[in-house]
């Protein structure tokens, strides 16, 4: 239903975020993705639902799409319903069906304050509910959703499992992004990781990531490391995610290379 074949994106001269993205998500397919902060996640997700342009590889399929971005513009007027009755409109549904969909998915989503809450006075989760129901309004083939455990509530995870698996046994597609290899395996039918701009199976072996932080370092020697996953710069130190499995290595070269090591984390 929708295909990227050598996808790759750059913003303006910037270095390539994604290069060489080989994706195709079939019906009945629930693809998570995970990496760390910054690796482009929601880049490939704006060009799997055709929002972004890649700069270059093709994007074929033109399924309906549901999209959930990872901020949902929550500074208007609007209540709840109100947003969701005017979003259904625009893509063809009529008012009484708009107004009936969206106040069930708000009451099945459990939001917060009812459906006549105005927008701007959502917390982010409750904000994240009303973006989640307005990309199941039009019944989607294809939903895809950036990071939608990250803000929801014990209840709302619940009911969020629940839809992907519903939508899966309706056929329709998901490709979601998480930060937990595990969360995102336990909902996904396909696991992939993100790193270095390509995708990958998450093998079980590697799922273990380590943040390692080091002073007296430059992000340039790190970013083509293998297995250093990413290389980001934050407060004078260079913050390095790395495979654990790696970790014990890439302390003994960050030493030689005369770094010091301010921190290590192990993750899930
Ligand atoms: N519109 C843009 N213009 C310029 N650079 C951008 C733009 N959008 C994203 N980037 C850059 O592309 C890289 C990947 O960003 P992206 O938001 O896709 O990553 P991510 O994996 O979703 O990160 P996070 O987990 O922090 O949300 C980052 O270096 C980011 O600064």
């Not at 390509?198 to 297995?227: F, I, M, N, Y």
């Not at 990413?230 to 407060?235: G, K, P, Q, T």
């Not at 260079?238 to 010091?260: K, P, Q, W």
């Amino acid at each position: 239903m929708r295909r990227l074949a050598g996808v790759a994106k750059r913003y303006g001269r910037n270095n390539y975020v994604l290069d060489g993205v080989e994706l195709t998500i079939e019906p009945g397919n629930v693809v998570g993705v995970v990496g760390p902060n910054g690796s482009g996640k929601s880049t490939l997700l704006r060009i799997v639902a055709g929002l972004a342009r890649p700069s270059r590889g093709t994007v074929t399929g033109d399924p309906v799409t549901g999209y959930v971005p990872d901020r949902f513009p929550g500074a208007q007027r609007l209540t709840a319903l109100a947003y969701l009755v005017h979003m259904g409109r625009i893509s063809g549904l009529s008012t009484a069906q708009a107004r009936a969909r969206g106040g069930a998915w708000l009451e099945r989503l459990a939001l917060a304050g009812g459906p006549d809450t105005p927008l701007r006075e959502l917390s982010k989760g409750n904000a994240q509910k009303v973006g989640l129901a307005q990309a199941l309004l039009a019944e989607p083939r294809l939903l895809v959703l950036d990071e939608p455990f990250s803000g929801l509530d014990e209840s709302a995870h619940g009911v969020l499992g629940e839809v992907l698996a519903e939508l899966s046994a309706r056929e329709a597609g998901v490709v979601f992004t998480g930060h937990s290899a595990g969360r995102t395996r336990a909902h996904a039918t396909t696991t992939l990781r993100l790193a270095a701009g390509s995708l990958r199976a998450l093998e079980p072996e590697s799922d273990a990531t380590a943040v390692v932080v080091l002073t007296g370092a430059a992000t340039d020697g790190w970013q083509t490391e293998p297995d250093v996953l990413s290389a980001v710069e934050r407060s004078g130190a260079v913050e390095l995610t790395v495979l654990a499995r790696r970790c014990d290595e890439i302390l003994l070269l960050a030493l030689r290379r005369g770094c010091s090591v301010r921190h290590v984390d192990r993750r899930e």
